[in-house]
């Protein structure tokens, strides 16, 4: 019901900052609970931050205090500011987007940290 598209990856030295942009269409954006997750080469797709539709945030403990999730219900969309960005953050980044029992995901994005 929700279609997503993530845009504004790209290489960064560390110590950087990039803010990640998942577009919405197709559904009521604001009833969606959010979420970014990454996935680094030969690794598991992992959960950073996650908002929901009242606007609560959580975050994964390696992102704590760098990262920050964010939403505009009027532009339907989600972002992920990532301040001093880490080799390790390096990673396919990608959105979701859950109501109830239905659940959907963006094709994701490329962020490389690397001097």
């Known amino acids: 019901q929700v279609q997503l598209v993530e845009s504004g990856g790209g290489l960064v030295q560390p110590g950087g900052s990039l803010r990640l942009s998942c577009a919405a269409s197709?559904?009521?954006?604001?009833?969606?609970?959010l979420g970014w997750y990454r996935q680094a080469p030969g690794k598991q797709r992992e959960w950073v931050a996650t908002?929901?539709?009242?606007?609560?945030?959580n975050y994964a403990d390696s992102v704590k205090g760098r990262f920050t999730i964010s939403r505009h219900n009027a532009k339907n969309t989600v972002y992920l500011q990532m301040n001093s960005l880490k080799p390790e953050d390096t990673a396919v980044y990608y959105c979701k987007a859950a109501r109830q029992n239905s659940e959907s995901w963006g094709q994701g994005t490329q962020v490389t940290v690397s001097s």
């Open positions: 197709g559904s009521i954006f604001s009833i969606y609970n």
């Open positions: 908002i929901s539709s009242e606007y609560n945030t």
